[in-house]
């Protein structure tokens, strides 16, 4: 059988504390399903490691992991001493684009034991996936800024969108799309007001749409798709969206369930050129940091996602990597039901209580 | 005493219903508050015009509307026959840029009566104003595609930002929460990923903000901001956000609060040299357009929305138009609570029945 090497990543603020948790549970969950999975530490991609050395990540960073099969990844980014430019595009945003990490996955449930913020929803009326686009789009340092420091000042932010990356992104959800019970998926959209990228955006899904044919199509407008997240949450089954949009619905469907603090994501590089990256959808929340208090089941999660991407791995028999991301599913479910509850939960335990709960429950 | 000269626009759908209720309900105050308000109804801005003439508006429309005070305007758009660019582009954001309507004001208030989505919130918890740039940002067609039609088809999309269009919206913004008892602003941001224009956007915030001592800013990240509008509504009072971002906050803002159906707006050009806009959040509706249906109350609010800015006119004695403003709001509200109801809010009223409750509790 073939060994998984992991790039294990705590980063900045409760990422240091959530990520043993994340560890332990797959340690315990290796054991027990006989995964071989091999982790190495790294300490940069860190603000600790900027303010010691000047660099979020040493020069070699690309050789040191391109050998890895993926990064489990805390947080990153302390926004008092190291500006969001350094931090954020110094590491998370260069694995996501240089590692060509080109789909930011991020399921969106409602959980047994977690209030929900909606009204009169039940768990299983939430169950959907927001695919997002991670490697261009909005998010660019392109453009600039014209008479600076006058009155007359004037910015331009562009944002690129390539037929190679809308085209991927949306062949991946109409695939998920068509590997699921209902088959719908929600294209998020405005191209009422955004002019050129949009409808061109709303072209490319209608061509890739042609070949999949059980799929129900739906373009929605991004700001209606915000009010139907919270209105009719039941009506999502896949949506698909640009770099920016998708982020905006990966924190807003999550906190449609509860809290953003139980939220997952893969940055996934499906064509396995390079490794892909797990990591909770929440950053490294500085105000509860150091406590001890961080809920730890987004990064326990991720950890499972992460099995499930490594069980899709040509020529692997991935059957065990798929039952131990089912049993922790079912161990945070369960934990969620009736075990200890972090503060955002309502409850007091600490953060090494519930991933030890979980871990016991493999 | 001065008349006011108000353009009426029903342009398409259900703005052809909604509209005839809002000027019901202002001929009523009219009467009964001694204002002077004169409208000209005019056809155009909407589909069938543009069926029937191959132009939305007809040439001379600037000189037509350039001596109103006010718009007040339904609903524009009927995908199917025109497309967004001509029917959008070509009347309600040719009205918003070339009035120069920069500011577009979006109160968001949960009502009695209201099913509210949230759970455990009460009338009185939601109660804030979304503050919108109206006039640039990332609605352009600027940008264009690069090898069309081929597999290394690219696309730019421009979003501008000058500091004229910046600061006039960021200080209308610190004046309306500085004239409130809670006196706090919520500025939307996206610079961790957007890193020209969000930096920037953020540093005018700080250079307005310094004029204001006594409001309390908080700068927040449009992910996190939309799942704040779910988890605690109830610590907002002024937000502003860019074209975009106030676009999907102010569709977002209405639906935590029941129903978009609800919500008015306001497209000010607080400097009163074009005339002012007032239109309904929600769109021509073709799904329910010609059953008369379409619950009129974002219309008729945004009359009284109308009434309150002509009040401010400088010269003028607004003390009448401020009372007729307060009475409308006030029947709403009870007609909220126990009047007849539109299927949108669970009941089997038509849009004239609710129109004329309305009237009558004046
Ligand atoms: C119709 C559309 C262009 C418009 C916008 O996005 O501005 C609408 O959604 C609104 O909010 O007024
Ligand atoms: C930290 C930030 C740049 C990042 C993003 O916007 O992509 C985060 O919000 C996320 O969703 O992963």
Redesign the pocket.
């Known amino acids: 059988t073939r060994k998984f090497k992991i790039a294990a990543i705590a980063g900045d603020g409760i990422g240091k504390e959530v990520l043993p948790e994340g560890l332990k549970v797959l340690e315990v969950a290796a054991r027990r399903f006989g995964l071989d999975l091999e982790f190495t530490h790294f300490e940069w991609a860190s603000c600790d490691y900027y303010l010691k050395t000047g660099t979020m990540m040493p020069d070699n960073w690309k050789e040191q992991l391109s050998g890895m099969d993926a990064i489990y990844f805390g947080a990153v980014g302390w926004p008092a001493t190291v500006p969001d430019h350094i931090s954020l595009w110094g590491s998370l945003l260069k694995f996501r684009r240089e590692f060509d990490q080109y789909i930011n996955l991020r399921p969106v449930r409602l959980f047994d034991g977690v209030p929900c913020p909606l009204a009169n929803r039940k768990p299983g009326d939430i169950d959907f996936y927001v695919v997002r686009e991670n490697t261009e789009g909005e998010y660019t340092n392109l453009g600039g800024i014209m008479f600076p420091g006058t009155e007359r000042e004037m910015v331009i932010q562009e944002s690129v969108f390539t037929r190679t990356g809308t085209d991927r992104v949306l062949k991946y959800a109409f695939e998920l799309a068509n590997s699921r019970k209902r088959k719908h998926l929600t294209v998020a959209t ?1 191209s ?2 955004i002019a050129i990228s949009m409808p061109w955006w709303d072209g490319r899904a209608d061509a890739i749409g042609k070949d999949y044919p059980d799929v129900a199509t739906d373009k929605q ?1 991004i ?1 209606i798709l915000t009010a139907r997240f919270v209105l009719q949450p039941t009506r999502f089954d896949v949506v698909v969206a640009s770099n920016l949009f998708g982020d905006i619905l990966s924190d807003l469907g999550p906190a449609c369930t509860g809290t953003i603090g139980l939220a997952p994501s893969g940055n996934l590089n499906p064509d396995r050129n390079f490794p892909s990256l797990f990591e909770p959808v929440h950053g490294s929340a500085p105000d509860i940091a150091g406590k001890g208090i961080a809920n730890p089941i987004a990064q326990i999660w991720s950890g499972a996602m992460m099995l499930s991407f490594l069980a899709d791995t040509p020529g692997v028999d991935g059957q065990r990597y798929r039952e131990a991301h089912d049993a922790i599913l079912a161990a945070i479910e369960q934990s969620l039901k009736d075990g200890p509850r972090t503060a955002d939960l309502g409850g007091n335990a600490n953060t090494v209580q519930v991933g030890d709960a979980i871990a016991q429950l493999l």
């Open positions: 405005k009422n007001g407008h700001d």
